[in-house]
């Protein structure tokens, strides 16, 4: 017999024009590489019989199927989908990129070194990157997960987990650590004092990672770590509390403290769940499925948005919200004062308006959720608030702040300490930031190229530069 006939290469011109649309829509690539694809191939910027002639070509056609079948884009109402590809210039790949940032936002976001998260603490960062876990800063009851010998880290040092574990979920905030598992499990370490980290009635720090034995069997997803208390979400839409409830922060509808993870019963009845948890100091927002925000907790800075004086000890619809019919898609909780993006790309933001932190041009308090003016014509697709200051990255990898100035943590100059309406950080101009988070006086950004800058504090070498102690301009950090 002769030998097989060589196989020879075969040009993507060359295939059935409904097996390039399979590819292009599957969901392995990027918005951006849809938008590379339509510049550098001819056959996708053609118009085929295989597609509606309303879409400018193949490329657009395969983004508009992919943002039809998202989850968020999906559930929205017929105008307020009209209104995304409006302020997206009718331009479907920009549509589909948005819908992909606001993905990325409260979790892992994708970038040429991997899946990266960045997290900061009140004194300390935790990292993400890979199927790693790196923390610098300050190791006050063991928060760095390095061990009780470790009062420092003066840069990223990876934390030793189980070698099968991979780390997908970090959240940092005062003096503990939650770490979510791609398995679904959940590690805690720091002051437990308050049984924060969910280990029962164990008052002691725990100064490395520990299993959260009473989470077994449920898959998290997602965790928000508050002052003295934990929230945690389930890949099915549940949220677990444990720790201080002193304001009803744990969402029981009482003021008992719990020292395992409890299941909040009230939202057992929500249809699909919750989407996305955040905590702040003393109060919890719980974003639904279906758009609608939820808070409980302490209602003194206004951060619960009730317009209530007491404490709300179960979950409430934020009803100013429902009534105007925003659909929420992200949210950030900050000690006295809270921020959302909307599924159009718009922030709100409430509470108190100390510095500026709200950003609407005073230091007013907003009993309740108002959009805030300035931020140009991007969509914005990560809020991210700590004291007195807010940040908000858009689709375009433009970065907003407004706030309290101090320690350079803002990273804008001003002739006073505070910024009173959204300021684009001309510093960060030169990079593509994918996601962003702030402690008490340092800010950490990522970059698509994988690069991590921080500035600000770095009296405790929270940003991971050793022999620097304040970083006012945007430095690359060394992992």
């Keep these: 017999m002769m030998a097989a006939e060589r196989s020879r290469s075969v040009s993507i ?28 191939g001819r056959i996708f910027r053609e118009i085929h019989d295989v597609f509606p002639h309303k879409f400018r070509s193949m490329i657009e056609f395969a983004a508009f199927d992919r943002c039809a079948a998202h ?35 409260s979790g892992a976001a994708a970038t040429s070194a991997g899946k990266m998260q960045i ?37 990223f040092s990876r934390i030793s987990f189980p070698t099968s574990l991979h780390a997908v979920h ?6 503990h650590a939650t770490f979510v598992m791609q398995s679904g499990e959940v590690f805690t370490c720091g002051d437990n004092s308050s049984f924060c980290c969910g280990h029962g009635e164990v008052g002691r720090a725990i100064f490395r990672p520990t299993l959260v034995q009473s989470m077994k069997g449920r898959h998290c997803v997602q965790a928000a770590t508050g002052l003295s208390f934990t929230v945690l979400l389930t890949r ?3 949220v677990y509390t444990c720790g201080t409830n002193s304001h009803g922060q744990l969402g029981h509808g009482d003021n008992v403290d719990r020292p395992t993870p409890t299941r909040v019963e009230a939202f057992m009845g929500l249809g699909r ?7 702040g100091s003393n109060y919890t927002l719980a974003l639904a499925r279906d758009g609608s925000l939820f808070s409980f907790g302490s209602s003194a800075n206004f951060c619960v948005a009730h317009g209530d004086p007491r404490d709300q000890l179960s ?36 509470g ?43 689709d375009d990898g433009s970065v907003f702040g407004f706030g309290w100035l101090g320690f350079g943590s803002l990273g804008l100059a001003g002739g006073s300490d505070k910024v009173l309406r959204p300021r684009r950080l001309d510093c960060l101009r030169d990079v593509h930031v994918a996601q962003i988070g702030t402690g008490l006086y340092h800010t950490v950004a990522i970059t698509t190229g994988g690069r991590v800058v921080g500035f600000g504090d770095n009296e405790r070498a929270q940003l991971g530069l050793d022999r620097i102690r304040a970083c006012p301009v945007p430095t690359d950090i060394p992992i």
Aim: proline residues 3%.
């Design 13 to 40: 011109e060359e295939l059935p024009l409904h097996l390039i649309t399979e590819i292009i829509s599957s969901g392995c690539l990027s918005a951006a590489d849809l938008a590379s694809l339509e510049i550098s």
């Design 71 to 105: 989850p968020l884009f999906s559930s929205l109402p017929s105008n307020s989908r009209s209104e995304i590809l409006d302020r997206s210039d009718g331009n479907w790949k920009k549509v589909l990129r948005f819908l992909q940032a606001l993905e990325q936002s």
């Design 119 to 155: 997290a900061a603490g009140r004194h300390h960062t935790l990292l993400v990157r890979g199927a790693s876990v790196y923390s610098c800063g300050s190791s006050l009851c063991g928060v760095l997960g390095h061990g009780q010998d470790t009062t420092q880290c003066v840069s």
């Design 170 to 175: 970090v959240s940092a905030s005062h003096n």
């Design 236 to 238: 099915e839409g549940e």
């Design 273 to 279: 769940g919750v989407a996305q948890i955040a905590a």
């Design 315 to 350: 979950p409430r619809a934020v009803h100013s919200l429902r009534r105007t019919g925003v659909h929420v898609a992200g949210v950030s909780a900050a000690d006295e004062h809270a921020v959302a993006v909307d599924s159009a790309g718009r922030v709100h933001t409430w």
């Design 352 to 394: 108190r308006g100390y510095c500026g932190a709200l950003g609407h041009g005073d230091e007013a308090d907003k009993v309740g959720p108002t959009a805030v003016a300035g931020l140009g014509s991007a969509l914005a697709v990560q809020v991210c608030a700590r004291k007195r200051k807010t940040f908000v990255v858009m």
